[in-house]
């Protein structure tokens, strides 16, 4: 099984601030990682697909990129609202797996 | 509405069996392969099954092999997991979300809002 080695596991950060969350796959998947948000008792919510591009609704203020093993998620201007855990996962082989996730909160 | 609504969760014996429901609104289910992922709240999510257009192929991950079965039926839009041999380490909120591709490359772009399993006497 491939494996996903998010970092950091939790940050705290400014409304306004750059943040950053990396993944780090234990074999190479080419573009084959998604980023999804989760917040407490809500659906998880796909952000970033295909390592970068956007899906459809998503504030342009979320990005991703990479591609091998190493891909990064950034928030250009957190908000309040990013306040949430965030999760990689890889779709290049079953099982579908996904990283520890990253818990975002606001300073 | 384009949703998924799951249903079936509750509060059940360890060795004791439970089947989820999934029901699928405003899209082409029949076109859409399916799976189930689980979260144990406080921790991560963790894909659980998965389950192609027809109903044909089938995967399980290694914790729930032999104990839980996939399926759907596209009469009714509606994907089931069977759960078999509860453990206390099933209990967890269970999602349903639906496989999409774009560049050939899959992802979840809709999920349900999740049942909640509890496996304790």
């Known amino acids: 099984d491939i494996q996903l080695t998010q970092s950091p596991s939790s940050l705290s950060a400014f409304v306004g601030d750059r943040v950053t969350i990396t993944c780090r796959a234990s074999q190479s998947i080419s573009r084959f990682l998604n980023w999804y948000q989760k917040k407490p008792g809500k659906a998880p919510k796909l952000l970033i697909y295909?390592?970068?591009s956007l899906q459809s609704g998503v504030p342009s203020r979320f990005s991703g990129s990479g591609s091998g093993t190493d891909f990064t998620l950034t928030i250009s201007s957190l908000q309040p609202e990013d306040f949430a855990t965030y999760y990689c996962?890889?779709?290049?082989?079953?099982?579908?797996?996904f990283g520890q996730g990253t818990r975002v909160e606001i300073k | 509405e384009v949703q998924l609504v799951e249903s079936g969760g509750g509060l059940v014996q360890p060795g004791g069996s439970l089947r989820l429901s999934c029901a699928a609104s405003?899209?082409?289910?029949?076109?859409?392969?399916m799976h189930w992922v689980r979260q144990v709240p406080g921790k991560g999510l963790v894909w659980v099954s998965r389950i192609d257009k027809d109903g044909t192929i089938t995967d399980y991950a290694d914790s729930v092999k032999g104990r839980f079965t996939i399926s759907r039926d596209n009469a009714k839009n509606t994907v089931y997991l069977q759960m078999n041999s509860l453990r206390a380490e099933d209990s967890a909120v269970y999602y349903c979300a639906r496989d999409n591709y774009d560049f050939w490359i899959p992802f979840f772009d809709l999920w349900g809002r999740g049942t909640l399993i509890t496996v304790s006497s």
């Open positions: 996962q890889q779709s290049d082989s079953t099982p579908r797996t």
């Open positions: 295909a390592a970068s």
């Open positions: 405003g899209f082409t289910f029949s076109s859409s392969w």
